[in-house]
Nanobody, 119 residues
Framework: QVQLVESGGGLVQPGGSLRLSCAAS????????MGWYRQSPGKDRELVAT???????NYADSVKGRFTISRDNAKKTVFLQMNSLKPEDTAVYYC?????????????WGQGTQVTVSS
């Protein structure tokens, strides 16, 4: 069992910034990937960004150049720096953990944190 606790969501104006954090209770295996996904009403949950334990990143095209994902393995924490925010970034953002070896089919999710971009 992995507990994921998210923080940092809120209300910002277009062009503003937010920094999301997600702390994991433990890493079952060293080789793993953590990421951020988002979901807005009436839409499917979509990938925002992922990062492996070694620092390999992947971003959705819609956020490239604006968002930066990073992690502190010692603190078991992943971050999402969100700059130049747009109204279409409004969604509930969920933290995700998945093993890269062993039981890779098992995923853990945080409770979600609301991000609202509006004037």
């Amino acid at each position: 069992q992995v507990q994921l606790v998210e923080s940092g969501g809120g209300l910002v104006q277009p062009g503003g910034s937010l920094r999301l954090s997600c702390a994991a209770s433990r890493f079952p295996v060293t080789l793993n990937v953590m990421g951020w996904y988002r979901q807005s009403p009436g839409k499917d949950r979509e990938l925002v960004a992922t990062i492996t334990n070694g620092g390999t990143t992947n971003y959705a095209d819609s956020v490239k150049g604006r968002f930066t994902i990073s992690r502190d393995n010692a603190k078991k924490t992943v971050f999402l720096q969100m700059n130049s925010l747009k109204p279409e970034d409004t969604a509930v953002y969920y933290c995700n953990y998945r093993n890269l070896i062993g039981p890779t089919s098992i995923q853990y999710w945080g409770q979600g944190t609301q991000v609202t971009v509006s004037s």
